[in-house]
């Protein structure tokens, strides 16, 4: 069991993401192995702490967690998964691309609106002809009109 | 006995005239989700003699998103019992709006940082744009979520505010929470440790019992947005 650093701790216990943003910030690998430990809890451990690590992991930038990250999707509920969707956008590998790209029809329309940004930070050609896609197909006028958007600032 | 003059002082120090409602002009209550006796007395008072600093309050609906529903006037009335007991101020709502804007209802963001470094995100910018005409410079708003969760004082330049989530993830102080985010905003205060009870903590579980020190208080009556009488 990897121990969670105390002010990892708190800003983990935190209703807002200014202390963990702080902490990524930093960089203590301390820190990161505690978060990466957190993404292999199981079910019952905090879903909140979890769904910060997401949230601090994809913005600590380091592609090492992407495929931990995509393995989580399908068992995450809905809020999280939009986390897990915006984690992966910021890591931005084939893989992340992959796992976002097989929530692009999700019936959710706020889960496509985080497909899209996500793929629009990828901006790889796999990620632009996802963006393609839902500029074609979505049956959301505004997903449409973002993932156009999104591919003419890509 | 002293007369007061209800229609002349909400004029004076509200700015409202016209037909003037006592629930909304007078009390500035705008949602029934906390009932309660409200004192005329107690709130011209108020109205007459102590700083007083504007909110307006928007919530952000939108799909299938029915419940839960956020508590606007519950988190106003436990804002207004500590700063009233904790810095003799309180807190006037002018405005609550509902606006269904599914787009908005998770909020895209980078991050939560208060000051110069934040990044603004498009759906920031969009919603710190919504309720701008409800008399407030400062506007909370309630949305779904937010992969950061919880809430974030952190505002685009000019258009001071805040956003609380009302969704799956609650926040770990529930009852106070409009009240904190509130505090990062008027005064600049940011989180302390200590004391244990303060309401700039971040821990779980704060409650109405949660303090505010001298200093914070200070910070709080300076801050421009606080009206004196």
């Not at chain 1, 943003?21 to 019952?44: C, G, I, K, M, T």
């Not at chain 1, 930070?121 to 006028?141: F, K, V």
């Not at chain 2, 007083?52 to 309050?57: E, F, H, S, T, Y």
């Not at chain 2, 685009?156 to 509130?182: M, N």
Request: proline share 5%; with cysteine.
């Amino acid at each position: 069991m990897t121990e969670i650093p105390g002010d990892l701790e708190l800003a983990l216990d935190a209703d807002e993401s200014c202390d963990l943003d702080e902490l990524v910030r930093q960089r203590r690998p301390a820190d990161f192995d505690a978060l990466v430990s957190l993404l292999r809890s199981d079910q019952a451990r905090e879903a909140p702490h979890r769904a910060r690590a997401i949230y601090a992991l994809g913005r600590w930038g380091d592609p090492a967690v992407v495929g931990a990250i995509r393995d989580l999707l399908p068992g995450l509920h809905h809020d999280e998964r939009i986390s897990a969707i915006d984690a992966l956008g910021r890591l931005g590998t084939d893989e992340a691309v992959e796992g976002i790209l097989g929530y692009a029809t999700d019936e959710s329309l706020p889960m496509r609106k985080f497909v899209a940004r996500a793929l629009g930070r990828i901006g790889t050609p796999r990620a632009q002809a996802g963006l393609s896609e839902l500029r074609q197909a979505d049956p959301s006028d505004y997903i449409r009109s973002l993932a156009a958007g999104q591919l003419a600032h890509s | 006995m002293t007369t007061i003059n209800v229609r002349t002082a909400v004029a004076d120090r509200l700015g409202k005239s016209g037909t003037v409602s006592l629930k909304k002009d007078v009390f500035g209550v705008y949602s029934d989700d906390h009932p309660q006796s409200r004192s005329l007395l107690t709130q011209m008072d108020l109205i007459l003699n102590k700083p007083l600093v504007r909110v307006a309050q928007v919530t952000v609906i939108g799909g299938d998103i029915v419940t839960p529903t956020p508590r606007p006037q519950r988190d106003l009335d436990n804002a207004n019992t500590i700063y009233q007991r904790e810095c003799g101020a309180w807190i006037y709502c002018t405005g609550n709006i509902t606006v269904d804007r599914i787009d908005l209802t998770f909020l895209d963001q980078d991050d939560c940082n208060l000051g110069a470094s934040h990044s603004v995100s498009d759906d920031e910018a969009d919603l710190f744009g919504l309720g701008r005409d409800l008399g407030a410079n400062i506007v909370g708003y309630y949305i779904w979520s937010s992969p950061g969760h919880g809430g974030c004082a952190a505002h685009p330049p000019g258009r001071r505010g805040f956003w609380l989530e009302f969704g799956s993830i609650k926040p770990g102080s529930p009852q106070v929470a409009f009240a904190h985010e509130l505090t990062h905003n008027v005064g600049h205060n940011h989180h302390v440790k200590k004391p244990a009870d303060n309401l700039m903590t971040t821990k779980k579980g704060k409650t109405l019992s949660s303090t505010l020190t001298d200093e914070q208080c200070q910070r709080i009556l300076a801050d421009p947005d606080m009206e004196y009488p």
